[in-house]
């Protein structure tokens, strides 16, 4: 699986500036925080990082295996990385974090019962000092699902954190945190994963798996990877295995759909945008996340518009005041999909509108 094999080990490798820059800050400062609470949607790279944190703090070839005492520094093997925040991928800590054997570094998922139940016991354990390693890291996805009752408790342990324990919680839904919870954390806004940073990844991907790909699709698989690193390897994956790797191939295997919504739109021909809702809606399209990217397309193509440079190219033809009123459109669609009762009805009334509203001031 690619998603597995390449998941980020190192803070170099991974493909979200944003989060890198961050992290290495956090770092190389003097003081680690206690808590962190990193935000953002799936495949983002929320676990990804946390391990290569807790693989940082506890490594025994970089800046952290100063404070080491000579026996241990004896012990590892290398020395040339005192200076680097990296972890080294190969020492004992290191690896038997990557295998997940480390007794100081515990993973959770408070979205199952078992989690729950786990996180009172480990907030109760976490007064006891690392094992073998020089921090203890819990690691707990999903955060917003930990009951009130295990949030006081895990309050209680901020407030006077043990010196060696860290917690890092992760969510999709920032909201669901208590507020008391987020202001002792030190917060990672992971967002979603720009389209030219899954590019990134995946040209790796097939340079070291030898893909013979169109990079043309590249793009196209970003488009329609949810702003997921984790789902644009899926369909890299999925391409390869299929072996539809020229750009016909792979432009119909996605379907692409996304590319031709606003070029069919600028025709101006209401049966044709309604057919193209529909057959979009026929391949089981999911009506949230087109509204999403259209959004997306069309806030690059306002800025693009408005001089501002865009890391990415926009394919919408559209003057600044169509731009807006589209905009404004489809958000009302996108708010309207939790309530409407058929899935493609809030696109389709937003596209009648858009010519409507084309008419209206055409006749003035
Ligand atoms: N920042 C990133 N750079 C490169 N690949 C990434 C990145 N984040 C995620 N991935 C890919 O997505 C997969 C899932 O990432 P993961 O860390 O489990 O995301 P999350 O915990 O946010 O759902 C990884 O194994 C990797 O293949
Ligand atoms: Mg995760
Ligand atoms: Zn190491």
Redesign the pocket.
Known sequence: M???K???KTIE????SH?KEIVKKILLSDSLPHALL?I???????????RIFAKAVNCLNNKFSRSLTPEVKESSKKTSGVDTVEPCNACKNCLSIDSSSSPDVIELDAASNRGIEDVRNLIRESNFYPMTNRYRIYII?EAHMITNDAFNALLKTLEEPPSSVIFIL?TTNQEKIPKTILSRCFLIN?AK?KKS?IVS?LKKIIKKEKIAIDEQLLPLIASHADN???DA?KILEELTTQQMLTFEEGKQFLGLFLENFFQTLQKRDLQAILSWIEEFNQAGGNFKNLIEQLLEELRIALLTRSGIKMEEAADVELEIKEIVALMKLLTEAYNNLKISPIDSLPLEIAVVEFYNRDKVVSSK
Do not use: I
């Open positions: 690619f998603y597995l390449y998941r980020p490798e991974l493909d979200n989060v990193f953002g949607q799936k495949g983002t790279g929320k676990t990804s990082t946390a996805d992760a992971f994963a940073d990844m997921s690193f984790r390897t």
